[in-house]
């Protein structure tokens, strides 16, 4: 009888560890005053810059290089949804021309490498 009560605390004591591990995680500070996401590693930080929606993408604080990725953006704020293509610029930048982000919208960028992989990052704009 005991064995069994052990067992039924220690499966339910797992069952809170694993629906609390998203807790642990984080995710780098913002070095540009966007919001940041890491996915596989890498750390894609969304800004506005002027007209356009910016992403920079870094490991660990290193410049990943964009040359030959390409995307498209989607933001969707209230019912209004903008999409434009991303496009690499600079060192480690990918640019969505034309597109505003404002608080609380969401934020889908996909992104393919020029190896053929497929990445795909969520934000939420604060």
Avoid: C, W
Avoid at 88 to 109: C, D, R, T
């Amino acid at each position: 009888m005991k064995f069994k009560r052990f067992l039924s605390v220690a499966a339910f004591g797992t069952g809170v560890l694993l629906v609390q591990a998203p807790v642990f995680a984080h995710e780098a500070p913002a070095r540009h005053g966007g919001v940041v996401r890491t996915v596989n590693d890498v750390q894609y930080e969304l800004v506005q810059r002027g007209q356009d929606a910016v992403i920079h993408v870094d490991n660990h604080g290193k410049p990943v290089p964009t040359a030959g990725m390409t995307g498209k953006l989607v933001v969707l704020q209230g019912t209004e949804k903008a999409e434009a293509s991303l496009l690499p610029s600079g060192e480690n930048l990918l640019v969505a021309k034309g597109v505003k982000l404002g608080g609380g919208a969401k934020a889908v960028a996909a992104i393919d490498t020029p190896e053929a992989k497929a990445i795909t990052v969520r934000f939420v704009v604060k």
